[in-house]
């Protein structure tokens, strides 16, 4: 389990530079009372330990500013999410928190909380096409692309021409807005080495909707990456897989082993992923996955945290993006943290030196 610190220090510089918006035009002066309120927390899924430390830390951060919460998960369906927050809005919550399964089917629900005057902030994931969602908090979620992109330029040393190399594409849920944003973040970067054949996907498939792994199911990872290798390398190996989330890279991880990888006469491939879950940093110390993406769900949840009580006292909230994030209908008024590639050489100093897990966890 990862372990908690207070965050709101790191965040502390970032966001006195950051740009500031009116809440609600309703500004009051001097030191606000605490609202008692109880803010409905929708997460998407428990099957992921990241999903688990993020639900907990949000509540922890409403709990230390005086919030009561209410955590629910919605088991990766999004009618059963899309019915639990309609039951939040019943027990008159005073804000509500939600990462969506679906990014498309919350509209509906989110006109009944515009009703009953529940402010609403996406979480992570931007929910889409409705007016009805106030603010969102997540990360840049095209550097995380980007850093994945990078670090298979960068071991492969294709700036220096080296090449040709085997690469294969993967990509998020279909009904996830950052799924879009991880893979336009990755090609940026991978594509001109496409053009020029110094990356070859031998599958033939680089569009988006044909590499979309609904759910982020790491079983459905597996089963395409052992149909992949069983029509497309009988006769060459694979020197790199993009994939954009750990579930899903030791899903990759296990159908390369399978089919021989992982021995000296067949190393793996390069293989990204996204979260630092444990599973994956103890794989990337092992020598199996190579990389991850570090996301610190703990400043997430202080972001998170921060903007329901800013909305809530009537105070400014602090959002660090007004464009990018368009959901359809508008630019939902953004705070983007930062993310942090990690690997074998640096897993130390960015897990374990800021306390996101202690050296005992990672043997
Ligand atoms: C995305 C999130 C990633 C990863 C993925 C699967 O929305 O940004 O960090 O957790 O879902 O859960």
Known sequence: MRNRRPALSALAGAVSAALT???????????PARQS???GIAMPTQSSERWLVDGRSVVEDLREVGYRTR??????????????????????VSALVIAAIDNKSLD???????????PVISYDRLVLGTKNVDYYASFDNEQVGRLQAHYIVEKLGLEEGKGPFTIELFAGSPDDNNTKYFFDGAMHLLQPYLDSRQLVVRSGRTALDEITTPRWDGA?????MTEVLSTSYRTRRIDAV???????SLGILSALRSDGYGSAAK????ITGQDAELPSVKSIIAGGQSQTVYKDSRELAQVAANMVDAVLTHHQVRVNDTVTYDNGVKAVPAYLLQPTSVDKSNYEVTLVATDYYTAAQLK
């Open 71 to 92: 955590l629910v998960y919605g088991q990766d369906d999004p009618k059963t999410q899309a019915s639990q927050i309609r039951s939040l809005i019943a027990q008159h």
């Open 21 to 31: 918006l009116s809440a609600c035009g309703d500004m009051s002066g001097g030191e």
């Open 108 to 118: 509906g629900v989110l006109g009944q909380a515009a009703a009953a005057k529940i």
């Open 37 to 39: 309120g109880t803010i």
């Open 267 to 270: 190393p793996f491939p390069l």
């Open 220 to 224: 459905a990872a597996k089963k395409r």
């Open 242 to 248: 993009l994939s954009p989330y750990d579930g899903m």
